[in-house]
């Protein structure tokens, strides 16, 4: 089926460990991003790219990295993880930043981080 | 700034009471509203969105929600609510930002439970 899919669902670093998330869709959007979902904080986004080659920050880049491979790749790295970045993470993709006719983002299932 | 307020974090109910979610956003300008659904161990999924026109929107599930400008609100309604409801509900919207980019603002959440 199409949509974004993330790897790993799953992860557990040590403090200090790097790791990279990846995310790739197969919906031909432009735009991909990266949220954390925090408890009772909702979604933040971390990083966005607008489309292939674009990269900006977020509310909450401190401490990620990002990579839009191509179009249909966008990746998130963790350089040196802190316990405070043990999050779920999304990531996200629309056919443009300016997504006024679809049907909205859509998100993959997720990745379940945590730092010990 | 630009934010999204939830006010009712966990709300509880019987099966086949009415729900209404409260959704408040701090902008003056156009903006492009979302509620997302997210059931227990799944991504987010779109129940509704609204971009012009009727300022009543009916969505996915028997939801719909309503943009009151004057109120800067667009509140989640449901006449009857199934246990197959239980899961957690998000507003969103899309905020511009520099250059042309927007970015999609989460509200922190809303825990429904339904008791049947």
């Known amino acids: 089926n199409a949509g974004v899919t993330q790897t790993p669902k799953f992860q557990v670093l040590k403090t200090g460990q790097s790791m990279t998330l990846q995310c790739a869709q197969d919906?031909?959007?432009?735009?991909m991003y990266w949220y954390r979902q925090d408890p009772g904080m909702g979604l933040r986004l971390i990083y966005y790219?607008?489309?292939?080659?674009?990269?900006d920050k977020g509310e909450v880049p401190n401490g990620y990295n990002v990579s839009r491979l191509n179009k249909r790749e966008f990746s998130l790295r963790l350089e040196s993880a802190a316990p405070s970045q043990t999050s779920v993470y999304f990531c996200?993709?629309?056919?443009?930043?300016?997504?006024?006719?679809?049907?909205?983002?859509?998100f993959g299932s997720g990745t379940r981080l945590t730092v010990v | 700034a630009q934010s999204v307020s939830q006010h009712n974090h966990h709300v509880i109910l019987s099966e086949a009471a009415s729900l209404e979610l409260g959704c408040n956003y701090s902008?003056?300008?156009?903006?492009?509203l979302f509620w997302y659904v997210q059931y227990p161990g799944q991504h987010l999924q779109l129940l509704l969105k609204?971009?012009?026109?009727?300022?009543l929107v009916k969505g996915i599930k028997g939801f719909e929600a309503e943009f009151i400008k004057s109120k800067f609100s667009f509140n989640l309604r449901k006449p009857s609510v199934q246990w197959s409801d239980t899961a957690e509900y998000f507003c969103?919207?899309?905020?511009?930002?520099?250059?042309?980019?927007?970015?999609?603002?989460f509200g922190t959440g809303t825990r429904l439970t339904i008791i049947p």
């Open positions: 996200a993709s629309s056919e443009s930043v300016r997504d006024r006719g679809g049907y909205g983002y859509t």
């Open positions: 919906m031909n959007h432009n735009s």
């Open positions: 790219s607008a489309s292939e080659g674009t990269t």
């Open positions: 902008y003056g300008g156009t903006v492009n």
């Open positions: 609204y971009f012009s026109g009727d300022p």
């Open positions: 969103a919207v899309i905020f511009p930002l520099n250059f042309g980019n927007e970015k999609l603002t």
